[in-house]
């Protein structure tokens, strides 16, 4: 072989293995335990409470965004069930707050509106431990900034 092309096969060689050490670097840690959950779900609604915000809804998933902890305030509102549910979802795939999508469409990134699982709306908050996400956690029943303030409580108890 001429010395270009063992020179070719060894940039392509360990460029590869530099991509795949990269991808080894897993930004999730173990699931949220139930404990931990029921925590954050409780703190969210003590500031829900403590606000005298409407009745809420609020939902903790883990990193796969499969429900692990869901609690629902007497009297809170039916259709903010599935919300909490997919604002958690969305903040543990995609590993950013739902305020990120909500800021960039109300800055007339409307093509986000079409990214499948990304909800445009505050409320949706990833569960940190160790530098590892663990979870998210999602808020619905007020208005956005609302959901943000009682989901960032629940987040809160994260460390």
């Given at each position: 072989?001429?010395?270009?092309?063992?020179?070719?096969?060894?940039?392509?060689?360990?460029?590869?293995?530099?991509?795949?050490?990269?991808?080894?670097?897993?930004?999730?840690?173990?699931?949220?335990?139930?404990?931990?959950?029921?925590?954050?779900a409780a703190a969210a609604?003590?500031?829900?409470?403590?606000?005298?915000?409407?009745?809420?809804?609020?939902?903790?998933?883990?990193?796969?965004?499969?429900?692990?902890?869901?609690e629902r305030m007497d009297?809170?509102?039916?259709?903010?069930?599935?919300?909490?549910?997919?604002?958690?979802?969305?903040?543990?795939?995609?590993?950013?707050?739902?305020?990120?999508?909500?800021?960039?469409?109300?800055?007339?990134?409307?093509?986000?509106?079409?990214?499948?699982?990304?909800?445009p709306s505050e409320g949706?908050?990833?569960?940190?431990?160790?530098?590892?996400?663990?979870?998210?956690?999602?808020?619905?029943?007020?208005?956005?900034?609302?959901?943000?303030?009682?989901?960032?409580?629940?987040?809160?108890?994260?460390?």
């Amino acid at each position: 072989m001429s010395k270009k092309l063992v020179l070719l096969f060894l940039l392509a060689f360990f460029g590869f293995a530099g991509v795949a050490r990269a991808q080894s670097a897993h930004p999730y840690g173990p699931p949220i335990a139930l404990a931990a959950a029921k925590r954050a779900a409780a703190a969210a609604v003590a500031a829900a409470k403590a606000h005298k915000f409407v009745p809420y809804v609020v939902a903790i998933v883990d990193p796969a965004g499969l429900l692990v902890y869901f609690e629902r305030m007497d009297n809170a509102q039916y259709a903010s069930i599935p919300i909490a549910i997919d604002k958690a979802k969305s903040a543990a795939l995609f590993r950013r707050p739902t305020k990120v999508w909500e800021d960039l469409v109300t800055k007339g990134a409307t093509r986000l509106l079409g990214l499948r699982g990304a909800v445009p709306s505050e409320g949706g908050v990833p569960l940190v431990s160790g530098g590892k996400i663990i979870g998210a956690i999602g808020a619905s029943a007020g208005t956005p900034q609302q959901d943000g303030i009682v989901a960032k409580a629940g987040a809160e108890t994260i460390k």
